[in-house]
C-alpha cells in the first residue's frame, strides 16, 4: 500500500530561519502531491500542489516544494519563516489518475519563536 | 472554493453512546469524504459518501460502526457508533473539486469518556 513519510515530527525554528520540511512517499506511478497547512484553531488549507510540469511548485506565503521523482521525496521549503507560520503541516499523495483517495502523512508541527 | 461547516466543533460522550457528525457544504458537489485524525496521528480515509449510493469503506472501517448518510449534493452525516475510548479523534468532512484540492471542514473533535 502506498505511504507517505515526514520525517521531521516537531520543528522549532527562530524567525528568518530557513525551512525544510522532509516528505517521501512510497508509490512508483505517478502522483499527484500536496501540501496542507492547518494553522491553529483553523481547518486545513492546501499550501501547494503538483501534478505535472515543472518540478518546483510554488504555493501561498512563499513556500514551494519541489518533487524529485527519482528520490521520491516532495520536500517543503520557505528561505525565511515567520511567526505567522506556526502551524502543523502535512504532505499528502494520491495516485495520480487513478485514485482520488488522498494518503496523508504523519504531519509536522512546526513552531516558530519571535 | 467551498465552505464547509461541521456540526459538533467538538462533544464529549459516554461510552457506548452514538453521535452523528453533520457536514453541510456551501456547494453541489460530487464526492464527500470522511477522514478521522486520531491523536498525534496523521489524517486516515474512513470512508467516501457519493450522493445516491452506499458510501464506500476503507479497509479498518465499516458500515455499522460509522454508518454514513449523504441525501444531497450538499450534505453528508457520519454516525460514530457504540462509542469507545478509542473513537476519541477528530473526525473531519472533505470535499473534492475540479482543481484536485480537497477542501476541508474545521473537523468535529470527540472525547469519550
Known amino acids: 500500500a502506498q505511504s507517505v513519510s515526514q520525517h521531521n515530527h516537531h520543528v522549532i525554528l527562530s524567525e528568518a530561519a530557513s525551512l525544510e520540511l522532509g516528505c517521501n512517499y512510497s508509490y512508483g506511478g505517478t502522483v499527484n502531491l500536496f501540501w496542507y497547512v492547518q494553522y491553529p484553531g483553523q481547518h486545513l488549507q492546501l499550501l501547494l500542489k503538483y501534478f505535472s510540469g515543472d518540478p518546483l511548485v510554488k504555493g501561498i506565503k512563499g513556500f514551494e516544494a519541489e518533487f524529485i521523482k527519482s528520490k521520491f521525496s516532495f520536500n517543503l521549503r520557505k528561505p525565511s519563516v515567520q511567526w505567522s507560520d506556526t502551524a502543523e503541516y502535512f504532505c499528502?499523495?494520491?495516485?495520480?489518475?487513478?485514485?482520488?483517495?488522498?494518503?496523508f502523512g504523519s504531519g509536522t508541527r512546526l513552531l516558530v519563536r519571535p | 472554493s467551498a465552505v464547509i461547516s461541521q456540526k459538533p466543533s467538538r462533544d464529549i460522550c459516554q461510552r457506548g453512546t452514538s453521535l452523528t457528525i453533520q457536514c453541510q457544504v456551501d456547494s453541489q458537489v460530487t464526492m464527500m469524504f470522511w477522514y478521522r485524525q486520531q491523536p498525534g496521528q496523521s489524517l486516515t480515509l474512513i470512508a467516501t459518501?457519493?450522493?445516491?449510493?452506499?458510501?464506500?469503506?476503507e479497509s479498518g472501517f465499516v458500515i455499522d460502526k460509522f454508518p454514513i448518510s449523504r441525501p444531497n449534493l450538499t450534505f453528508s452525516t457520519l454516525t460514530v457508533s457504540n462509542m469507545s475510548p478509542e473513537d476519541s479523534s477528530i473526525y473531519l468532512c472533505?470535499?473534492?473539486?475540479?482543481?484536485?484540492?480537497?477542501?476541508f471542514g474545521e473537523g468535529s473533535r470527540l472525547t469519550v469518556l
Open positions: 499528502a499523495v494520491n495516485e495520480g489518475d487513478s485514485s482520488y483517495k488522498l494518503i
Open positions: 459518501a457519493n450522493q445516491g449510493s452506499e458510501a464506500t469503506y
Open positions: 472533505s470535499v473534492d473539486s475540479v482543481s484536485g484540492e480537497l477542501f
